[in-house]
């Protein structure tokens, strides 16, 4: 019954021209590269994901990841790990990181599209690899050489897996309140004692060691989230011959039972004593983590976007074959495909479109990164540092917002089918929800936006955006599209009228600014959505016109998104204790 899942790679691969990928390949570290055998190797890729992760992604919900009482360690469903193994064999967890120890020496781009075929073939999997790549780069922006040569090379062929280490009972959003401590120990080591919460992939039987990142309060630092230190803690000692040794004084005590990444293992993780290495300067932690934020961010953005492909391939395919009702005036027994009613397809429509938009959001996100990287000209770094910045917290908070919407609206599609877990589509809505609450929830992407991205001149990122949907707006009007024009240039000036009631009431009115926070960001999210579907049909070299889809989401959705304006500037004293 549950709908057999292919990867989009035509319209894969169609983004990632769109988004500038043949500009990302022309960057000096990429020279290596053959540009025209991308879609061959996505396309290789996509296969081995077919075949062998896709299938387990239904046992890896139904049967789940679990701590054995015994052994006190994590199994994980049949067949992870032989799945695991053939991605690490491959070569193909190592793809995006630099050449030096041993990865492919890809641009990001094209590792958020590989991203993008993993999650949506089993997103419980894709976290595991996931959650190294920001071990990956903490290494490699903070490690010292030793550090580096001891770890990266095993991380980057995914053969040990890293995990990121910050949550505590009571310091979730507020990570400063944290209450792990790191002593000084022998030789340049330190002791990490304390409990964490809610590890993703904290233990487990995918490889022989496990590199935790940790974060913990050192003595003598102030409080708050200026003293906090970060270390590595392996669960295997790494001996002198770099092989993993004795375990370290680390625990999973439990594994969490939850609504849905049901093969994904939520530890408890217990440290006593473990020996670990300060990664960085003392209390300078947080600060680290900052720096790799973005992509980590933007990776459960791109999970959103796996999860609402997923939604619409389901929905559409099931929209076809489900027979029901008539079409006004038709005779007692000429039902249809529920495809043929009107109020279907606008549930298709929404589901296409609002993907198709998600999917250029975050691979435009990517392109900033690889340029904000490795552009040769700083100011250029500079410029798409800053609109990384800008973007990170739509691609995340907007997508992941329209992929719990988007799972929601496919089993709509299902009727009483989708409730029912046989279709599969109850898991892809169930699995999607966590996405809006990890690596920060919504309303803390949302603070990021106004109170740290949020800047009123013609340079900052939002006021180049603003530039730049008039001129795709003119470019609509010239190509015949007069009510899009219409609405993406209102679009334009809505934004620019909630970002300014934000930016003055910065210093004057801040509780309002945090008021109209989420709002904000919400129609933010669709307008730069509406925004980029309408630059890929009418920009300067792409010109291929407005689809359906497109022509639906920017008449339809987009003037709902802009109603959040109200919203914005309703200020905190509309939001009283509602008992
Ligand atoms: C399945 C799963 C996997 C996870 N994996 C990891 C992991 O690998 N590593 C790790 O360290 N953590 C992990 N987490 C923890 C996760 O990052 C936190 O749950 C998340 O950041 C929210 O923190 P919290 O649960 O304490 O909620 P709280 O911080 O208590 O938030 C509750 C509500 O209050 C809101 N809120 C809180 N503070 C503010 C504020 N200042 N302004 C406005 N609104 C606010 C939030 O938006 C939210 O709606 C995971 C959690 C889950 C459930």
Redesign the pocket.
Known sequence: MSHDYVPPLPAITAALAQVGLADVLSLPPFAHLDADSTPDFLAEFARLVADKIGPLDRIGDRIGSHRDPESGRVRTPPGFADAYRDLVEGGWLSVPFGLEYGGGGFPWLIGVAMQEILASANVALS?CPM?TQTGIELLGELGTERQRAAYLPRLVSGEWTG?????EPD????VGALRTRAVPGEGGTWRVSGT???????DHDLTENIVHFV?ARAPGGPPGTRGISLFTVPARLVGADGEAGARNHVECVST?H?LG?HA?P?CVLAFEDAEAELVGEVHQGMRAMFAMMNAARLSVGVEGLALCERAFQAADSYARARHQGRLPGAAADQSVPIIEHPDVRRMLLTLRSTTDAARLLVYTTAEAIDTARHHPEPEERARAAAMAGFLVPLAKGWTTTMASEMTSLAIQVHGGLGYIEETGVAQLYRDAR?TS????????Q??DLVTRKLAGSADSPLGLVLTAMEETAKALAEAGYATESAHLSSAATELHEGASWLIERQRSAPLDV?AG?TPFLRMTGAAVAAWLLCRRAVGTGRGSGLTVADRFFVDQLLPVALAELVAVRSGAAALADPT
Request: glycine letters at 10%; zero cysteines.
């Open positions: 976290l959650l995990t990121m280490v910050l949550t310091a979730g959003s507020d964490k919460i809610f590890i993703t992939w904290g974060l969490e939850k990444i994904s939520t966590i609450i990890y690596e920060g929830t919504t309303g803390i949302a603070l945090l926070a």
